[in-house]
């Protein structure tokens, strides 16, 4: 175990990234083979990495796969998504087979609209405060335009005002709370640097209308005006299988859809399924997954109860599956710009736009849900996780790449996936033969 050290470490972001390193590996004590592991096997330079965060000491890497059979809008995608969970991609691709075969998953997108919110306080009588916002509504936005030019050009920029006075969360005695929102479109940027550019730059005309002060101002990530949706409708007898009929899987997945609409429990599983497919794509893609994970979970509350975010039912002979969330996606900026492999990552799949790109998430969502609740409804989650869990840990026994499907159904079929047992099977099996392939 190695000692104990102080994490206070003043220049450290000021040193080169050798050194960095080298500092790092002498205080954990890391031999030098783990040390060139932090960044040898890495596909983004340590130079970029060094530039993009603070304190860089390597690039961690997640398996990086492709969805596959996704048709969407009656286009098909090769989708890339970066996650480290072994069942997401194979069951998302199964999914999108289903659907594709029922003709395809259909997708729409808003325009990306997004707020900015700038936090008042200290600004007198409400009302009069409100009104003299409102009534500026005109110069706010010729104001807020001016400082992204090239956004206006390409079609964006700011389109409208809203004032909003909320009530003190200390009760009505306490000065409400006064915030302006600047919708603005961002087109295919993400746009989270560029609306609080704007937000900071209107702040000073804001306190000279109201006569108050400005405290915040920053986007709101939960994006409601930016949704995309998906859906997709299949024949309930093409969902036969298990020993199952297509009419019995398509109720088990209608009712697994209900317990998630009734119990806020069952919903937050629920979305976490459907965001294991998003957020996998937006990591690949260089999207903020962080801010589309908290609009996503916001929007799923609007209500004031926590709810799904897609849902599925049976109507006559057919399973319809719906998925509306807000998607602040981007196809140009930030890591896109200057991360190769991100880069590659959107040529691969070849949106146009980042409102593209939003149905696309949103149609993966949608399968990936569709297949956590198809294995709910039938012979549970934990028949396919365990298969692509064996694999996993054959490979962490030592396992040979020939040798790890033949340990991994050896493993399933024991019944006990543990690296022990793993260990135990492999030292019995005979070794590779001399063309690479297991005796």
Known sequence: MAESFSSRLPGFNKLAFEERLSLIASLCRLSPEEAVA???????????????????????????????????????YLVPMAVEEPSVIAAVSLAAKIVR?????????????????????????????????????DELLTLANSFHPAMQRRGGGARDVEVRLLDAPEG???????????LIDTRDAMGANLINTVAEGVAPMVEDLTG?????????????????????????EALADFGMTGAEVARGIWQASRFALAD??????????VMNGVDAVAIATGNDWRAIEAGAHAFASRSGRYGPLSTWVVEGQELIGRIELPLAVGTVGGPIKVHPHVRL??????????????????????AQNLAALRALGTVGIQKGHLALHARCVAVEAGARPEQVERLADLLV???????????????????????????
């Open 264 to 273: 806020p429990y069952r919903a937050a599983t629920h979305n976490k399924g």
């Open 101 to 137: 075969e029922a003709g395809g998953f259909t997708a729409k997108a808003d325009d990306a609209l997004m707020a900015a919110q700038i936090q008042v306080m200290d600004y007198g009588d409400p009302l009069r405060a409100a009104e003299a916002l409102r009534s500026h509504k």
């Open 345 to 366: 990552m959107h040529r691969l799949l070849g949106a146009k736009s980042a409102r593209e790109l939003a149905q696309v998430m949103a149609a993966v969502g949608l």
């Open 172 to 182: 009505p005695q306490a000065e409400p709370i006064l915030v302006l929102h600047l």
């Open 413 to 439: 079929r024991g019944g006990l996936i543990k690296v022990e047992k793993a260990r135990e099977l492999l030292r019995a099996m005979p070794p590779p033969s001399a063309t690479g392939t297991t005796g």
């Open 212 to 236: 108050g002060k400005v405290l915040l101002r920053i986007l709101s990530n939960l994006c409601d005006r930016r949704l995309a949706s998906a859906s997709c409708r299949i024949p309930v």
């Open 38 to 76: 932090l960044y040898s096997h890495a596909d983004l330079p340590v130079e970029i990495a060094s530039q993009m965060i603070e304190n860089a000491i390597g690039v961690l890497g997640l398996p990086l796969g492709l969805g596959l059979n996704f048709r969407i809008n009656g286009r098909d």
